[in-house]
Every structure is written in C-alpha cells, then in structure tokens.
Nanobody, 119 residues
Framework: QVQLVESGGGLVQPGGSLRLSCAPS????????MGWYRQALGKQRELVAS???????DYADSVKGRFSISRDNAKSTVYLQMNSLNPEDTAVYYC?????????????WGQGTQVTVSS
C-alpha cells in the first residue's frame, strides 16, 4: 500500500509559477510510474504529466513547454514545476502512483491540492 501527500498548491497570478510536491510513503519500491492529474470544476479528470522510474516523461498538449515533471531519486518525491500559469490551469491537482508488486497492479491517489490562477 502507498500513501501520497501533496503540497505546494495555492493562489498565483497569471504568468506566475508554482511547484507542486508529492511525497510517497509505504511500499515505495513497488512504484513504477507517478504522475499528476487535474480536475477543473465541472470537467473530467485529465492527465497533466507523468514520469516512470526510468525517467521517461509524458505531458498533456496543453502544458507542454510550460510544465516540467521531475523526481527526487533519494526521497522518491515527485515535483511538478508549473510556469506561465493561466486561469485555465485552475483545478484540483492530484498525485497518482502506479504500483506493480508480484504482478498485482494498483493505483493510488493523493488527497488533491487546489491551484487557483487569478488576478
């Protein structure tokens, strides 16, 4: 089992930057991919960015060139650096971890952190 604790959300002006953090605990060694999803009011949850243990990354088209996902190898913490933020980025951001332990696959979610981009 994996627990995910998110931090770094808040209120920021358009054009500003914010960095989200996701700190996993529990069976960390079983994690092979982590990522960030977001869900705006009245909309479906969507993938923002993901990173594998091997370092391969994937981004939504809407955030390419603005957001960057990275991983702290020592602490297994995943970060999402968000630059050039606009109001359309306003959403609840959720950390996700995918695990594979003895061929049993599971998904885990953080509690969510609010990001609001507004003047």
């Amino acid at each position: 089992q994996v627990q995910l604790v998110e931090s770094g959300g808040g209120l920021v002006q358009p054009g500003g930057s914010l960095r989200l953090s996701c700190a996993p605990s529990g069976d960390i060694s079983a994690i092979y991919k982590m990522g960030w999803y977001r869900q705006a009011l009245g909309k479906q949850r969507e993938l923002v960015a993901s990173i594998t243990i091997g370092g391969s990354t994937d981004y939504a088209d809407s955030v390419k060139g603005r957001f960057s996902i990275s991983r702290d190898n020592a602490k297994s913490t995943v970060y999402l650096q968000m630059n050039s933020l606009n109001p359309e980025d306003t959403a609840v951001y959720y950390c996700n971890a995918e695990t594979n332990r003895r061929w049993v696959l599971n998904n885990y979610w953080g509690q969510g952190t609010q990001v609001t981009v507004s003047s």
